[in-house]
């Protein structure tokens, strides 16, 4: 069994920045992806980013390509996603997701299916304005 646990959510103004933390507690796989999902109000929920754990290989959604970047510390068990030029499309919940296949290891490009992923976090809320 696996728990998420999301913090550093916030409110900021465009172009600010934060940095989601990601806190696995439990079962860790080797090689498996982590990564973040988004849903804003009335949207379907979003991959965002993503990692392979085993090898360290990341993945982004086109729109935040050159200003997110994700993380992973192995010793201490957390991913992070650093949020910089952050734009009012991008206020959303935040889920942090985790896998135990690896499946996204499989692609050269990965923009996250929400049945991939087994364990989710409860969420943390980005809110930009304008």
């Known amino acids: 069994q696996v728990k998420l646990m999301e913090s550093g959510g916030g409110s900021v103004q465009a172009g600010g920045a934060l940095r989601l933390s990601c806190e696995t507690a439990?079962?860790?796989?080797?090689?498996?992806?982590m990564g973040w999902f988004r849903q804003a109000p009335g949207k379907e929920r979003e991959g965002v980013a993503f990692i392979y754990t085993g090898r360290g290989r990341t993945y982004y959604t086109d729109s935040v390509k050159g200003r997110f970047t994700i993380s992973q510390d192995k010793a201490t068990n957390m991913v992070y996603l650093q949020m910089s030029s952050l734009q009012p499309e991008d206020s959303a919940v935040y889920y942090c997701?985790?896998?135990?296949?690896?499946?996204?290891?499989?692609?050269?490009?990965?923009?996250?299916?929400?049945?991939?992923?087994?364990?989710w976090g409860q969420g943390t809320q980005v809110t930009v304005s304008s």
């Open positions: 439990g079962t860790v796989f080797n090689s498996n992806c």
């Open positions: 997701v985790a896998d135990e296949a690896g499946t996204c290891g499989y692609y050269n490009d990965y923009t996250g299916r929400v049945t991939d992923f087994v364990y």
